[in-house]
């Protein structure tokens, strides 16, 4: 298995991500080819996704969604590989924070935050760039790749230009070690949290969804203010990254309040443009439990 992953990384990864971004685009347009009109990848999931959350939508509104989101899946594929080589130069040419005034603010406040947002256009590429533009210490949490060669590759890509990453199964070890740095720490809202977590019920995307409250519980357990970050796609391989502010004082809200805002914030980003959120994750595996009388 450790041979395959070398001989997959470094005659396949490394020799595709050293390619212009030209040409890399059309790889994406040949595995867009591939994975959606010839083997069908994900495609019941992303289906069955689309018109539940769309419920009122016309089969060829549904079809025009898919379609588009899987042109940019593919194309999130070859910019994440593109990560692997790519110089911080290239890549803060491609993904611009341009109003800072809020995070520096706060860091002057000498308050550390909590970042969150969802799977939305191209985190990947964000995570990588983000140190650059935030003064706070940036911490970003992760689930470790099964494929250990992998895991050390990809986290290498990830951190290179500053990030500090954070397995989730030490998150709270993580922020009791990092309680006397001024840190961003980063939450992705969107996840399907297993039975074992605790979770907060509301309806997203016109389904009963459980939403994960790491975000809110650290925010109120350490009153970090709460930002949500939005990634807006400009053109093909280009983003902006906007910052908004959604509680300064976590501590004087009531249970489920963050939750709830930055859950409506995610949604009513994905209802503008849907074929930016990430489709193919089964986000509702999660049941409500029927308690009997």
């Known amino acids: 298995m450790k041979v395959f992953s070398f001989l997959i990384y470094y005659f396949l990864l490394i020799p595709l991500s050293l390619l212009p971004y030209s040409v890399l685009y059309l790889f994406s347009d040949l595995l867009y080819f591939l994975l959606y009109k010839i083997f069908n990848y994900r495609q019941k999931v992303v289906r069955k996704n689309l018109k539940n959350s769309f419920p009122l939508y016309s089969k060829t509104q549904i079809a025009e969604i ?3 989101f899987y042109s940019h899946f593919c194309d999130i594929i070859v910019e994440s590989i593109k990560l ?4 911080e130069k290239q890549l803060s040419a491609r993904i611009l924070f ?4 809020l995070i520096n603010d706060l860091y002057k406040k000498n308050k550390s935050i909590i970042f969150c947002g969802g799977h939305y256009n191209n985190w990947e590429m964000l ?3 983000i140190q650059k533009y935030i003064p706070h210490t940036a911490i970003g949490i992760y689930a470790p ?3 250990s060669f992998f895991n050390k590759k990809f986290i290498k890509s990830r951190t290179k230009f500053g ?6 199964k030490k998150v709270k070890e993580g922020f009791e070690e990092n309680k006397t740095l001024l840190t961003a720490t980063f939450f992705a809202t969107d996840q399907s949290p297993t039975y074992s977590k605790n979770v907060y019920w509301t309806q997203f995307l016109n389904q009963e969804t459980a939403v994960y409250t790491g975000t809110e519980y650290f925010a109120k357990t350490y009153n970090f203010p709460v930002v949500f970050g939005y990634i807006t796609k400009t053109k093909r391989g280009f983003y902006d990254f906007k910052a908004e502010l959604i509680c300064e004082n976590p501590k004087s809200t009531k249970v489920g309040e963050i939750t709830e805002l930055h859950t409506r914030i995610l949604e009513k980003q994905i209802l503008n443009e849907p074929q930016y959120w990430l489709w193919t994750h089964k986000r509702w595996k999660r049941k409500k439990e029927i308690k009997n009388p």
């Open 84 to 87: 692997f080589t790519i110089s």
């Open 98 to 101: 341009a109003d800072r005034e």
């Open 66 to 68: 898919e379609k588009k």
């Open 127 to 129: 995570g990588a760039i």
């Open 145 to 147: 790749l099964e494929n």
């Open 163 to 168: 990030l500090k990453l954070l397995s989730m």
